[in-house]
C-alpha cells in the first residue's frame, strides 16, 4: 500500500508551523515528483520510488533529537529532499534510448562528453552501445545533477519561498553524495541550516534498510546484473532500529540473518557504510561545524545525539556456514616488493627505461596538443609528417649527480630525469602516480579521440604505478618536483620506499614539466660510479629505438655522452658487428672482423605502419669485396667455397622502447634477408605489452602492419640489388632478393664459383654440385665447391632440378647440371638415377633437398600434395587402408625420415596394412642413401624391416 507524502511526520510538523509559502510550494511540487517516482527505467537498482522517499522522512524523524525545532522553511527542505534527492535515478525515456544507442544519437554534446569521462575513469575498454547494466551505473553516477536539472525544468516557475530557495533545495539533494570538502561549501543561516539538514538527509537516506525496497515480484522480473543481485537479496535478511527510549545515547543496531556468504558480506558493506555516515556526523557535530557562522543562540537549536558507531550483528541463519573472510587478498607489502623487484624485471636498471618511458608519455602529451592546435588553426597541416619537428622543442635529460642529502649531510649520488612535458597536478600524483598499475582514463582517451579525429595518433602510453615502483630497485628515496603546464603553481613530492608515507607540498617556484629524483643505494653505484655510469649509458642504447623529442644523457657538470634528436636513435654502424656474426656459419672471430671491415651501409628507407599502428625502417648492408660490391659474401676453406649471405636482423620496439615481438597467428616470420629491420608499434591495437614491458603480444593489425612493412623492405632490399647489377656479384645479389619469397620465380640465370685461384667464374657445363662436398669428378666434368647458406638458389642443386643424379669416381652420388636451371620443384626434387642403381628410391640430406628416382615405382606412385601431407600430419591406419596415395607417400617419407621404429611397430601391430603399404613399391627391396654428419649410409626396406648399412 502506497503512503502518501501528507502523512509524513515532516508535513505534519510544517502544517502546525504556518508558513503557507512553503507549504503551497511542497503542495504544488509533489505533484510532478509522485508522478515521476513511478516505475524505474533502471532494472538494475533497489527501488528510489516513493516509498524509499517516505521511510527517509520516516527515518529523519529518528535521527533529528526531539528538542530540536527546525523552521518552517527547514521542514519543507527536508521534506522536498526526501523525495527529490534520487529523482534523476527516474531519467527521461528519451535519455535512457541516447545512453542505449550505437552511436549515442540524442545526447547532447555535454553530456556525451561526461559519459565519455566517466567511461575512461569506470573501465577500460568500451565498446558501443552501453548495455543496461552500463548504463544504469552511468545514471547513478550523474543522477544528483539529473535530480538538480529535474528541479530547474519543473520547479522553477513555482513561487518560492525565499529568493535562495531552489538554489537551496538543490544543493541540498546534491549533497548526499558529496565528500567533506564540498560539504564545507554549504552555509548555516538562521533561516536555513543547510549544514544540518544535509547530514539529516545522508544519514536518514542510509538507514533506510527495508525489505520493502526490494519486493520480490520485482526481482522475479527485472533484468539484474549478478553483481547487483546480492544488494537486493541483502535487504530482505537485514533490519535496523534506532533506539532512544531509556537510553542517555541513542544505539543504532544493525541486524542481520543471511543464508549465504557472499549476502553476509554484502551486510557487512552495508554496516560500515551506516558506521562512515554515523562517524562523520559525530565528528561534524564535536567540531561545532553545524553552528559554523551563526550566533551561539542559533547554534545551540542543532543538537546532534546519535552515536558514532553502529553496533552490527551480523551470523549465519541456522549456522548455514562459517564466517571466515572468505576472499583471496594479497600480502600488500610483499606483492609491492614482488612487483618493484627483480622477480618482475630481471635487471635493476629497468627502472630507468620505465623513468624515460613516463617522461616521454608527458612529452608526448605536450606534442598531440601543440599538432592538435597546429591542425586547428590549419585544417591542411599535417600532423603526422611534423610530429618529429615539434618533438625536437621538447626535452628529456637523464642526469647522474652527486649532492648532499638534505637529512643526513652526507654526498649521495642521485639520478635525475627532467623533462618540460605536460606535468602532474595533485589528482594525478594521488590517484595516478600512487595508485599501482593504474591504466589509461578519459584524459588519455579524450586526447586519443581528438588526435584521430584530426587524422594522427597521440600516441601516449597512459600508465603508471608498476614502473613508479620498479624505481626502488635503485633508490631509497624518490622526489619529484612538478607543475602542469596550465596551472601556476606546482608540487614537491618525496617518499623513502614502497610502505613509506609519501609527503606531498605545494611548490610555488616549479617549472612546468617535471623533475624526477631517485637517490641511489650505495649497493647499486657502488665503489665504481663510472663504471655504473657506463652501464647506464650502454643499457639507454640498448634500450632507446625511437624518441619521441631531444634526449640527453651526462653526468653533472659534464657535456652529454648522448645527445639524440628525436626519430631512429641508431644507424648502420650500431649493427655492423651483429651483421658480421650472422654472416654464414661456422665462421671465426678472423672472418668477423674482415667483414665488420667490409661493410658499407646503404641510405636507409622508413616509413609509417597502416592506421597510425607505428613505425618502420630498413638498413641495407653491402659487402666490399676482391669482386666489387654486393649482398653475397664469397668465401672459401678446405670444406669448399660458396657464396653467403647476412641474415635478417629484427628490432622490435614498443614506444620507442625495445621489445621482443611475439604473434598470435601461425607463420608470421621475417623473410628479409641480409638486411636490419626496425619496427616500433605504438598502438594498443597493435600488440599489448607485458606489465615489464620488454616484451610485447602483437595482435592481428599488428601482425598485418609489420607484413607490410616487410614487403615495403624488401623494396627497398631489390633497389639496392638493382644499383649493383652490373657488379660480380650483382647477379647473384638479384637472384637473392628475387627468390625472397622462395620456389615462386626461377633461379639466375648465371651462377659464380670460386676458381682455384681466388677468381669468380661462371659455371661451365656440364657441372657437377656434390651432395657430399667431396671434390673428385668424372672424366669430362668439373665438381664445383659451390654452396650457400640461406638461398638455396644460388648453389643449384638445392631446389633446382638438375640433368641427373650420377655416380662419382669413387662411388659417390653427385648433382649433374648440363644446362641452366629453369624451374624450382615444389616439393622433393625428382629426376633420373643411375641406371645401374634400379632400386635406389632417393637421397635425402638434412637441410638440403630430397632428390627421388623419378623411374622408382614408389616416387611414381606418390604426389605432391600426399607428400606434403605426409610430411606434415599423422596418418591414421585407416587413411593408410583406405588411400594408396597417400600410403606410398608415408612409406617414402618414412625411408627417407630418421624414425624407422615407425615401420617396424607398423608391421607388428598390423601386418596386412604394412604388407598392402609395401606392395606399392613392387614388393620388392627398397634402397636410399641418406646424408648425416659427412657421411652417407644406407637405409634398406624390406618386408622384414628396416636397417641402416653405413659406408
Not at 310 to 339: C, M, N
Not at 678 to 701: F, G, K, Q
Not at 808 to 829: I, K, M, Q, W, Y
Request: charge should be negative; charged fraction near 20%; aromatic fraction near 8%.
Amino acid at each position: 500500500m502506497l503512503s502518501d507524502w501528507k502523512a509524513t511526520w515532516l508535513w505534519q510538523r510544517l502544517e502546525s508551523a504556518g508558513a503557507s509559502a512553503v507549504r503551497t510550494f511542497v503542495e504544488s511540487a509533489m505533484a510532478p515528483i509522485q508522478t515521476t517516482l513511478g516505475e524505474s527505467l533502471l532494472q538494475d537498482f533497489t527501488l528510489h520510488d516513493s516509498q524509499h522517499s517516505f521511510r527517509v522522512t520516516e527515518r529523519m524523524r529518528e535521527v533529528i533529537p526531539a528538542a530540536v525545532v527546525l523552521t518552517a522553511e527547514e521542514l519543507g527542505l527536508l521534506l522536498l529532499a526526501a523525495y527529490l534527492h534520487d529523482i534523476g535515478m527516474h531519467p527521461p525515456g528519451n535519455l535512457w534510448a541516447a545512453l542505449r544507442s550505437p552511436d549515442l544519437a540524442g545526447l547532447d554534446e555535454d553530456e556525451a562528453r561526461r559519459l565519455k569521462t566517466w567511461l575512461g575513469d569506470f573501465a577500460d575498454e568500451v565498446a558501443l552501445p552501453l548495455d543496461d547494466h552500463l548504463a544504469a551505473q552511468f545514471c547513478r553516477h550523474r543522477h544528483t545533477d539529473w535530480s538538480a536539472a529535474w528541479i530547474d525544468r519543473h520547479l522553477a516557475t513555482l513561487p518560492r519561498p525565499h529568493a535562495s530557495w531552489l538554489s537551496d533545495l538543490k544543493a541540498l539533494c546534491r549533497s548526499h553524495h558529496w565528500g567533506r570538502s564540498e560539504l564545507d561549501g554549504l552555509i548555516a543561516t538562521p533561516t536555513v541550516n543547510l549544514r544540518y539538514l544535509a547530514v539529516v538527509l545522508r544519514v536518514a537516506d542510509v538507514l533506510d534498510v527495508d525489505p520493502k525496497r526490494v519486493p520480490a515480484i520485482l526481482y522475479e522480473h527485472r533484468r539484474i546484473a549478478p553483481g547487483s543481485r546480492l544488494y537486493w537479496q541483502k535487504d530482505l535478511d537485514a533490519t535496523l532500529t534506532v533506539t532512544r527510549t531509556g537510553r542517555a545515547v541513542p544505539e543504532v543496531l544493525f541486524t542481520g540473518w543471511p543464508k549465504r556468504a557472499a549476502i553476509h558480506h554484502a551486510l557487512d558493506q552495508t554496516a560500515e557504510q551506516i558506521g562512515a555516515e554515523l562517524f562523520l556526523a559525530r565528528m561534524l557535530a564535536d567540531e561545532s561545524w553545524f553552528g559554523t557562522g551563526l550566533n551561539p543562540a542559533d547554534a545551540g537549536r542543532y543538537a546532534w545525539d546519535l552515536p558514532a558507531t553502529v553496533h552490527a550483528r551480523i551470523e549465519p541463519l541456522d549456522k548455514a556456514y562459517v564466517p571466515i573472510h572468505g576472499s583471496f587478498r594479497p600480502d600488500t607489502a610483499k606483492l609491492l616488493q614482488l612487483l618493484s623487484g627483480l622477480e618482475l624485471y630481471g635487471n635493476p636498471l629497468a627502472a630507468v627505461r620505465e623513468l624515460i618511458q613516463n617522461a616521454f608519455d608527458a612529452v608526448r602529451r605536450c606534442i598531440a596538443e601543440d599538432l592538435l592546435k597546429q591542425k586547428a588553426r590549419n585544417p591542411a597541416f599535417d600532423a603526422a609528417a611534423h610530429r618529429l619537428e615539434y618533438g625536437a622543442r621538447y626535452l628529456v635529460r637523464l642526469t647522474l649527480e652527486r649532492a648532499v642529502d638534505a637529512d643526513s649531510g652526507a654526498t649521495r649520488w642521485w639520478l635525475s630525469c627532467a623533462d618540460d612535458g605536460i606535468g602532474m597536478n595533485r589528482a594525478v600524483i594521488e590517484n595516478r602516480l600512487l595508485v599501482s598499475g593504474t591504466g589509461r582514463r578519459h584524459a588519455e582517451r579524450d586526447l586519443d579521440e581528438r588526435c584521430a579525429a584530426a587524422g594522427f595518433a597521440a600516441e601516449v602510453t597512459g600508465q603508471f604505478g608498476i614502473g613508479v615502483l620498479s624505481y626502488f630497485m635503485l633508490a631509497d628515496r624518490v622526489e619529484i618536483r612538478t607543475r602542469p603546464q596550465s596551472e601556476p603553481t606546482g608540487w614537491r613530492f618525496t617518499t623513502d620506499g614502497i610502505g613509506a608515507v609519501g609527503e606531498l607540498r605545494s611548490d610555488s617556484a616549479a617549472e612546468p614539466g617535471t623533475i624526477l629524483r631517485l637517490r641511489l643505494t650505495q649497493a647499486v653505484v657502488g665503489d665504481d660510479a663510472a663504471k655504473w655510469f657506463a652501464a647506464l649509458e650502454a643499457y639507454v642504447r640498448e634500450t632507446l629505438i625511437r624518441i619521441p623529442c631531444t634526449f640527453a644523457l651526462a653526468t653533472d657538470g659534464e657535456a652529454p655522452v648522448i645527445d639524440w634528436r628525436p626519430g631512429w636513435t641508431r644507424d648502420g654502424a650500431d649493427y655492423t658487428g651483429r651483421v658480421a656474426e650472422n654472416i654464414g656459419y661456422g665462421s671465426d672471430e678472423r672472418h668477423n672482423a674482415a667483414r665488420r671491415e667490409s661493410i658499407q651501409w646503404q641510405d636507409a628507407a622508413d616509413g609509417v605502419l597502416a592506421d597510425g599502428l607505428g613505425y618502420w625502417r630498413v638498413l641495407v648492408p653491402t659487402f666490399l669485396t676482391p669482386f666489387g660490391p654486393g649482398l653475397v659474401v664469397p668465401f672459401a676453406d678446405e670444406t669448399g667455397s660458396r657464396l653467403l649471405t647476412a641474415n635478417s636482423a629484427e628490432v622490435a620496439a614498443w614506444k620507442g622502447m625495445a621489445a621482443e615481438m611475439s604473434f598470435y597467428a601461425a607463420g608470421i616470420s621475417s623473410i628479409i634477408i641480409c638486411s636490419v629491420m626496425e619496427i616500433d608499434l605504438v598502438s594498443p591495437r597493435a600488440a599489448t605489452p607485458a606489465i615489464h614491458r620488454s616484451s610485447l603480444r602483437v595482435a592481428e593489425p599488428g601482425e598485418d602492419a609489420v607484413t607490410v612493412a616487410r614487403v615495403r623492405a624488401g623494396d627497398r632490399l631489390g633497389a639496392v640489388a638493382a644499383r649493383l647489377a652490373a657488379t660480380p656479384l650483382g647477379e647473384a645479389s638479384l637472384s637473392l632478393v628475387a627468390n625472397l619469397g622462395r620456389r615462386t620465380t626461377p633461379p639466375c640465370a648465371t651462377a659464380l664459383w670460386i676458381d682455384d685461384d681466388g677468381t669468380l667464374q661462371p659455371v661451365t657445363f656440364p657441372a657437377l654440385v656434390p651432395l657430399s662436398r667431396h671434390r673428385s669428378g668424372l672424366p669430362g666434368f668439373r665438381i664445383l665447391p659451390l654452396w650457400t647458406a640461406g638461398a638455396d638458389v644460388l648453389a643449384w642443386g638445392a631446389g633446382t632440378v638438375p640433368s641427373r643424379i650420377v655416380a662419382t669416381a669413387d662411388n659417390h652420388l653427385a648433382v649433374l647440371f648440363e644446362h641452366r636451371p629453369t624451374t624450382l620443384a615444389a616439393g622433393p626434387v625428382r629426376c633420373p638415377f643411375p641406371p645401374e642403381r634400379p632400386d635406389l628410391v632417393g637421397v635425402a640430406a638434412p637441410g638440403d633437398t630430397t632428390y627421388l628416382n623419378q623411374d622408382h615405382p614408389l616416387v611414381q606412385a606418390v604426389t605432391d600434395g600426399a607428400w606434403t601431407h605426409a610430411m606434415r600430419h599423422v596418418v591414421s591406419h585407416q587413411a593408410l587402408r583406405t588411400n594408396p596415395d597417400l600410403a606410398a607417400a608415408w612409406l617414402l617419407t618414412r625411408l627417407l625420415g630418421i624414425t624407422p621404429e615407425e615401420w617396424t611397430t607398423l608391421y607388428r601391430q598390423d601386418p596386412a596394412i604394412a604388407a598392402a603399404i609395401f606392395a606399392r613399391g613392387g614388393g620388392r627391396r627398397l634402397e636410399a642413401y641418406l646424408w648425416q654428419f659427412s657421411a652417407f649410409y644406407k637405409r634398406v626396406l624390406t618386408a622384414d624391416g628396416v636397417t641402416d648399412e653405413h659406408r
